[in-house]
T-cell receptor, first 111, second 113 residues
Framework: GQSLEQPSEVTAVEGAIVQINCTYQ??????LSWYQQHDGGAPTFLSY????GLEETGRFSSFLSRSDSYGYLLLQELQMKDSASYFC????????????FGTGTRLQVFP | EAQVTQNPRYLITVTGKKLTVTCSQN?????MSWYRQDPGLGLRQIYY???????DKGDVPEGYKVSRKEKRNFPLILESPSPNQTSLYFC????????????FGPGTRLLVL
């Protein structure tokens, strides 16, 4: 079967750095995305990696290693508003829009 | 304002009573999808559409139907809802060839008794 594994929960304090890992096992791989979802809200897109390496967007960065089937989301200078669930997602085939999501990581930021 | 809208936002129904959840986007996006979200299971794709009159199954299509007669609309139909379809449903859209930036609607919380 196809699966994406993420830690279920991560905690950190304001101002810290946290890394959320995602390991995938899929029939194909055409990119890794990250989404943020606050309680009661809709997912919002954060970042996308199609090629190996680091992509930086403000305080958030995302990394991909296709040889290791692994990626991570790095959140720097944590703020209370970063408390949310974070999901990784893989596009597993080329000519479709089929997406497989991880089960999500709940990040709690403490003062 | 660019957005994806869903209606209704909340729905309580009974087993077997057909229902439709509407989804509309005003961004002229080619791609649209439906997801369900259940505790501990994350988001699971039900159906997706890559263009008008083009739809395909996601991971959990059983018990659902969709149609894409117009670019902006992508309704989700439950012909005979069952309690195991109680869930939080999200519609999403994105531009073809626009990377993976997907925009989600606000969600529809469905309870099937």
């Amino acid at each position: 079967g196809q699966s994406l594994e993420q830690p279920s929960e991560v905690t950190a304090v304001e101002g810290a750095i946290v890394q959320i890992n995602c390991t995938y096992q899929t029939s194909g791989f055409y990119g890794l995305s990250w989404y943020q979802q606050h309680d009661g809200g809709a997912p919002t897109f954060l970042s996308y990696n199609a090629l190996d390496g680091l992509e930086e967007t403000g305080r958030f960065s995302s990394f991909l290693s296709r040889s290791d089937s692994y990626g991570y989301l790095l959140l720097q200078e944590l703020q209370m508003k970063d408390s949310a669930s974070y999901f990784c997602a893989v596009r597993s085939s080329y000519n479709t829009d089929k997406l497989i999501f991880g089960t999500g990581t709940r990040l709690q930021v403490f003062p | 304002e660019a957005q994806v809208t869903q209606n209704p936002r909340y729905l309580i129904t009974v087993t077997g009573k057909k229902l439709t959840v509407t989804c509309s986007q005003n961004m002229n996006h080619e791609y649209m999808s439906w997801y369900r979200q259940d505790p501990g299971l994350g988001l699971r794709q039900i159906y997706y559409s890559m263009n008008v009159e083009v739809t395909d199954k996601g991971d959990v299509p059983e018990g659902y139907k969709v149609s894409r007669k117009e670019k902006r609309n992508f309704p989700l139909i439950l012909e005979s809802p069952s309690p195991n379809q109680t869930s939080l449903y999200f519609c999403a859209s994105k531009e073809a060839g626009g990377g993976e930036t997907q925009y989600f609607g606000p969600g529809t919380r469905l309870l099937v008794l």
